[in-house]
């Protein structure tokens, strides 16, 4: 007897400006991984394209459209809840004419996070999931 396995499909898309990287915190609401850093990402959509659903991410959860979309640049599979997922990862810029204090992409958070920081390299090895930081580390 064969058994069917299903999976989650997932995107991530590093976005970066000038050598620093958008984290997201995901809000204390969420029903898997609160509290922790990430990158904007999210599930594919039926039969939605991974760059479809890397843009849809984008937009859903800074309020701004990517432009450079570039990759894969890297895979990985993990667990969510009790499902496994396969993670497809991006890199790319977002599209914001206005600019934070910093000068950075002024970003507009969805609900699913509550907090957002643009990290260095380093701060994205301490503070995001072991997995997730590694493929930063590939995307720039």
Not at 1 to 12: D, E, G, L, P, T
Not at 19 to 37: M, N, S
Not at 44 to 49: C, H
Not at 57 to 71: F, I, Q, S
Request: aromatic share 4%; proline share 3%; glycine share 8%.
């Amino acid at each position: 007897m064969s058994m069917q396995r299903s999976f989650v499909v997932a995107v991530a898309v590093v976005v970066t400006h000038e050598g620093r990287v958008l984290a997201l915190r995901r809000a204390p609401t969420k029903d898997v991984g609160a509290g922790i850093w990430e990158t904007v990402s999210g599930r594919v959509q039926g039969d939605e394209s991974l760059e479809a659903a890397a843009h849809r991410e984008a937009r859903e959860e800074t309020g701004c459209e990517l432009v450079g979309l570039r990759g894969p640049i890297d895979a990985y599979r993990m667990m969510r809840g009790d499902r496994d997922m396969v993670v497809l990862v991006y890199g790319g810029t977002l599209a914001s004419d206005e600019r934070d204090a910093h000068g950075r992409p002024s970003i507009t958070r969805s609900t699913e996070h509550d907090a957002h920081a643009w990290l260095t390299v380093d701060e994205v090895d301490r503070d995001m999931p072991q997995r997730l930081a590694e493929a930063v580390q590939r995307a720039r």
